[in-house]
């Protein structure tokens, strides 16, 4: 059995090894102890903290956030996790963990996540500038099969034409008419990849007609029944808006084609309070979205859409239950 000097030291060693701020609180909000490895790290120092009620030493807003915090995580054999931000010269960012230790008292676990969120600001840069380069990318794609490639195979197939009513012999004149119909078929299908690398009935027709379009022609290619439905909608949709919201139904359609084996699919778009929310469900499979196998990077795109224009995306998800996929955008971002 240890004795308490032996337990005394191995409690020290184990909070000196321990990078995060620690913090006791009465459930009024009232510091009661704490631990910092080094005191630099507290907000202010401890004289001004230990004693005082959260709301006397955190700003306002923040203040209130706590105190809100600690009613919960009093009410709960969970942790309670908040994100804030304090001014600590630059704004420092931190994530604590509340928990009850006694009827009256909590322990608040608070780490310094800055660089956590740092790195992930950068992420999302580097995916919005993916994105962005991905777009023109498939403009100039687009524009090349439509204003070249298009044009090379229609050539061709008026030569078929002619040629086929030049021949001499019937045989012949079936043969190139074969061939001029697999040149039409090429056609269609360079016409459809150019329409889908780059949907220009955006900017023709706007977004539902777009949305209707696309469910049709994902209800042809794919052998699956896609119902699209919509509401009222703002009175003028930002083309960008438009744009992502285009691309998360064509990714989130792909999927379940690809993965969901659902025989039928629904698409709606409605808008309400100045945003646009587009749901797309299916009866599927379903999946896990914590344990994504393929097709994860999709999914991540759709969420970098979303969150570049300020909206949001969730997943409902679960084995055998299906997906449903929603994302509101303000309609002016």
Do not use: W
């Not at 959260?54 to 919960?72: H, I, T, W």
């Not at 009093?74 to 996790?81: E, I, L």
């Not at 790195?119 to 023109?136: G, H, M, Y």
């Not at 490639?149 to 190139?176: F, K, P």
């Amino acid at each position: 059995m240890k004795s308490n000097t032996t337990a005394a030291v191995e409690l020290r060693a184990i909070l000196t090894a321990i990078p995060d701020l620690m913090f006791i609180l009465q459930r009024d909000g009232t510091y009661v102890d704490y631990h910092a490895r080094d005191a630099a790290l507290l907000f202010v120092p401890p004289s001004s903290f230990i004693g005082r009620k959260v709301r006397d030493v955190m700003p306002p807003p923040l203040g209130d956030l706590m105190m809100n915090a600690l009613e919960d995580a009093s009410q709960s054999v969970d942790p309670v996790v908040v994100e804030y931000e304090l001014p600590m010269g630059k704004p420092r960012h931190y994530e604590a963990r509340i928990v009850r230790m006694e009827a009256d008292r909590l322990l608040s676990i608070v780490r310094d996540i800055t660089e956590l969120k740092q790195a992930a600001e950068l992420n999302r840069e580097l995916a919005r500038r993916l994105i962005s380069s991905q777009e023109v990318e498939r403009q100039r794609i687009a524009r090349e099969l439509h204003d070249d490639i298009s044009q090379r195979v229609a050539a061709l197939n008026i030569e078929l034409d002619r040629a086929a009513m030049e021949a001499g012999s019937e045989a012949l004149r079936a043969y190139l008419r074969r061939l001029s119909a697999q040149a039409s078929e090429i056609a269609i299908d360079v016409h459809r990849v150019s329409y889908e690398l780059h949907p220009s009935k955006l900017r023709f027709v706007g977004l539902l007609a777009a949305l209707d379009s696309l469910c049709g022609e994902v209800s042809k290619q794919r052998n699956l029944d896609v119902r699209f439905t919509h509401a009222a909608m703002p009175p003028v949709v930002d083309a960008a808006v438009s744009l992502c919201l285009y691309r998360i139904v064509q990714e989130a359609l792909h999927n379940v084609a690809r993965h969901s084996q659902a025989r039928s699919a629904e698409v709606s778009v409605r808008g309400d309070n100045g945003e646009v929310t587009v749901q797309v469900a299916d009866s599927g499979v379903g999946f896990d979205p914590n344990h994504v196998r393929h097709d994860g990077l999709g999914l991540v795109s759709m969420r970098e859409r979303a969150a570049d224009l300020n909206g949001r995306l969730t997943i409902d998800a679960a084995p055998g239950r299906g997906t449903q996929i929603t994302v509101r955008i303000p309609a002016a971002s």
